[in-house]
């Protein structure tokens, strides 16, 4: 890409080129910096910098800053892919949530329904045999973990939810035949994830894992729920792919609780309900 804007320069109009200079000069502070700085810096307009960086073939100055952010692998704030830094509350609002919908439809087709049904399977089996059931996640993905230990308890489910990498290995050691781990990871790479799903598949318990696809994780479970967003976890903030995490633990819970039937659950939930009314206000 350096190399590319470089050869480039004397085709472009000298305003332009102080922008490509600016890059060339030092480009992982031209990925941090907003717009009105590199203007100011460069000697130019602010509709200048997104003149050059469209000159160069790319979408525009977020665009562009991605892709020069890999280029020298380091990235730009944690904040969200699609959000620019001169971007109103407005214009966040509107890609934050267009960006999410638009990987929630991309999920709903290119999800495996049939890998669901097994991890569903794997869970509705330990539920019945009253065996183990772990969700592990480390980070943001502990926090779906803890989530989805919320979800599951409340369906009658003998479950737990490990955020902490000691515990998560001396749990999955604990685990045998006919129980059940849950593994959550954004990057698929977290060693202590890793880990104690190795320790849990040498001890015979079922290992579901919600990951991206390609990834160590993915490959090392018994059963892979893909959620595939292209969100790099070593330069973002994981936001959507959170979302989505969620959104897998929702379905799981729902299609088990269709499985479990409104027949034992109903009571159940309606007792919870009951007992929870006093912690309310009127």
Do not use: W
């Not at 380091?74 to 904040?79: Q, T």
């Not at 509705?124 to 045999?129: D, P, V």
Request: proline share 4%; net charge positive; aromatic share 6%.
């Amino acid at each position: 890409m350096l190399d590319r804007i470089k050869a480039s320069l004397p085709s472009l109009a000298p305003a332009e080129q102080r922008v490509g200079k600016l890059v060339l000069l030092d480009p992982r502070t031209f990925a941090s910096l907003p717009v009105t700085e590199l203007a100011f810096r460069a000697h130019v307009s602010k509709p200048t910098v997104v003149r050059f960086c469209r000159s160069m073939g790319y979408d525009g100055l977020s665009d562009f800053k991605l892709k020069l952010a890999g280029t020298v692998s380091e990235g730009v704030p944690f904040i969200h892919r699609s959000v620019d830094v001169d971007d109103k509350v407005g214009d966040v609002l509107v890609k934050v949530i267009d960006n999410t919908v638009a990987a929630f439809l991309k999920y709903r087709n290119d999800a495996s329904t049939h890998a669901i049904e097994k991890a569903v399977d794997a869970i509705q089996k330990a539920h019945t045999e009253n065996r183990r059931i772990e969700f592990h996640g480390a980070g943001n993905s502990g926090i779906v973990a803890q989530d989805a230990q919320h979800k599951f308890f409340r369906l009658g489910l003998n479950c737990i939810a490990y955020s902490d990498g000691h515990m998560q290995v001396m749990s999955a050691s604990l685990l045998r035949p006919g129980d059940c781990l849950v593994v959550i990871s954004n990057s698929g790479r977290t060693r202590d994830l890793m880990d104690a799903t190795d320790i849990a598949r040498k001890h015979g318990a079922t290992t579901i894992v919600i990951t991206g696809s390609g990834s160590p994780l993915a490959a090392s479970g018994h059963i892979h729920l893909s959620a595939d967003h292209p969100e790099g976890y070593d330069r973002y903030s994981p936001m959507t792919s959170r979302l989505m995490h969620l959104m897998v633990i929702d379905i799981l819970a729902t299609c088990v609780a269709l499985r479990i039937g409104g027949t034992k659950l109903q009571p159940l939930l309606k007792e919870m309900k009951n007992n929870l009314r006093s912690k309310r206000y009127a």
